[in-house]
């Protein structure tokens, strides 16, 4: 809104500007009958105020034009430099100023996670985790992409993602995840080296182009792998085959209008329902929720357990349920 208001301001001043030097330039050209080049020189020397010589002695009708050019000529142009250098100054400490505050803000981050690349994917995992107020940070280094980060105002660093001080700039050693989503597979196994190097524990997720990739990504030290194609190939051929289940997860898996989601709940050391089974646990009789797997922490994944079914500390839960009750949920787990 500001800076919309200030460009008008400057078109006027520059329209007006731009009146004046034909008006005296005419002027001249009419009432002295100078040439057009020696009438529009007179209009610009007279607008500047340098005081050279005149090009010929005036006549008063001409020297009356030259007051009109002074009063006008001047007043305008001092008004449009001023309002250009003060769009410049305040634009660059807005930048300024603005790029301070969100180094800040980057710097106070704790377990973040760090996106690297903007893309297709960055982008859609930046709106998911917006959406759940997880906190994170973006490293982009490409101007078209930086613009539209500034545009949803996400914290970010205008950095090469694969260098050791971007990551470091955006607290890979108190992070709690990195997602590497650049387009080079080349790129992504050097982040995660570099990553894996500043912070051993850090989960990292990294996208790959193919199954020969996913290979390397996993030695370098990614986590998990992600294919899109392949995965969006899959989804494609389940909407073919069994569209009822497609149907079931995106209702599971993504915010809807009956208001349910899927989500996962990590079993604490001090949880009081360390010990206990799922019926003594009383998880789907006060919070309403449907116990879908629990992995346990051996790594053992337990899909549709029974009531008899015993909850360890480490142990994560899935379940399906409306969010307000699985945030009720997980603050007692």
């Given at each position: 809104?500001?800076?919309?208001?200030?460009?008008?301001?400057?078109?006027?001043?520059?329209?007006?500007?731009?009146?004046?030097?034909?008006?005296?330039?005419?002027?001249?050209?009419?009432?002295?009958?100078?040439?057009?080049?020696?009438?529009?020189?007179?209009?610009?020397?007279?607008?500047?105020?340098?005081?050279?010589?005149?090009?010929?002695?005036?006549?008063?009708?001409?020297?009356?034009?030259?007051?009109?050019?002074?009063?006008?000529?001047?007043?305008?142009?001092?008004?449009?430099?001023?309002?250009?250098?003060?769009?410049?100054?305040?634009?660059?400490?807005?930048?300024?100023?603005?790029?301070?505050?969100?180094?800040?803000?980057?710097?106070?981050?704790?377990?973040?996670?760090?996106?690297?690349?903007?893309?297709?994917?960055?982008?859609?995992?930046?709106?998911?985790?917006?959406?759940?107020?997880?906190?994170?940070?973006?490293?982009?280094?490409?101007?078209?992409?930086?613009?539209?980060?500034?545009?949803?105002?996400?914290?970010?660093?205008?950095?090469?993602?694969?260098?050791?001080?971007?990551?470091?700039?955006?607290?890979?050693?108190?992070?709690?995840?990195?997602?590497?989503?650049?387009m080079s597979d080349a790129d992504n196994v050097y982040i995660i080296l570099t990553a894996r190097g500043l912070n051993s524990d850090i989960f990292i997720l990294s996208r790959a182009s193919n199954e020969n990739a996913e290979e390397k990504l996993i030695r370098a030290g990614a986590t998990r792998v992600v294919l899109p194609y392949q995965i969006g190939g899959r989804r494609m051929a389940h909407v073919l085959i069994r569209p009822t289940v497609v149907d079931f997860l995106d209702v599971a898996m993504m915010d809807s209008e009956l208001g349910l989601s899927m989500e996962e709940a990590h079993v604490k050391q001090n949880s009081s329902l360390v010990g206990k089974n799922l019926i003594e646990s009383n998880l789907r009789k006060d919070y309403g929720v449907i116990i879908v797997a629990i992995k346990k922490v051996t790594g053992e994944m337990v899909f549709n357990p029974t009531p008899a079914q015993k909850l360890d500390a480490g142990d994560d839960i899935v379940v399906l349920g409306k969010r307000d009750d699985l945030i009720r949920m997980n603050k007692v787990i």
């Amino acid at each position: 809104m500001y800076r919309s208001l200030e460009l008008k301001k400057l078109r006027l001043s520059i329209t007006l500007l731009l009146g004046t030097i034909a008006f005296g330039t005419f002027g001249y050209h009419i009432i002295e009958e100078m040439p057009f080049f020696d009438s529009f020189y007179m209009t610009m020397i007279t607008i500047s105020t340098v005081g050279f010589s005149e090009v010929k002695q005036l006549s008063v009708a001409g020297r009356v034009v030259t007051i009109l050019i002074i009063t006008s000529g001047v007043t305008i142009s001092a008004y449009t430099i001023g309002t250009l250098l003060r769009m410049f100054i305040e634009g660059e400490l807005r930048k300024t100023f603005g790029r301070r505050k969100m180094e800040k803000m980057i710097k106070a981050l704790k377990n973040h996670y760090i996106i690297c690349g903007y893309g297709r994917i960055g982008s859609l995992i930046c709106t998911e985790l917006k959406e759940r107020n997880i906190p994170f940070v973006v490293i982009e280094n490409d101007p078209t992409s930086i613009e539209n980060l500034e545009k949803e105002h996400y914290l970010y660093l205008p950095m090469d993602a694969t260098t050791e001080e971007a990551l470091i700039a955006a607290g890979i050693t108190h992070a709690k995840g990195l997602v590497t989503a650049v387009m080079s597979d080349a790129d992504n196994v050097y982040i995660i080296l570099t990553a894996r190097g500043l912070n051993s524990d850090i989960f990292i997720l990294s996208r790959a182009s193919n199954e020969n990739a996913e290979e390397k990504l996993i030695r370098a030290g990614a986590t998990r792998v992600v294919l899109p194609y392949q995965i969006g190939g899959r989804r494609m051929a389940h909407v073919l085959i069994r569209p009822t289940v497609v149907d079931f997860l995106d209702v599971a898996m993504m915010d809807s209008e009956l208001g349910l989601s899927m989500e996962e709940a990590h079993v604490k050391q001090n949880s009081s329902l360390v010990g206990k089974n799922l019926i003594e646990s009383n998880l789907r009789k006060d919070y309403g929720v449907i116990i879908v797997a629990i992995k346990k922490v051996t790594g053992e994944m337990v899909f549709n357990p029974t009531p008899a079914q015993k909850l360890d500390a480490g142990d994560d839960i899935v379940v399906l349920g409306k969010r307000d009750d699985l945030i009720r949920m997980n603050k007692v787990i």
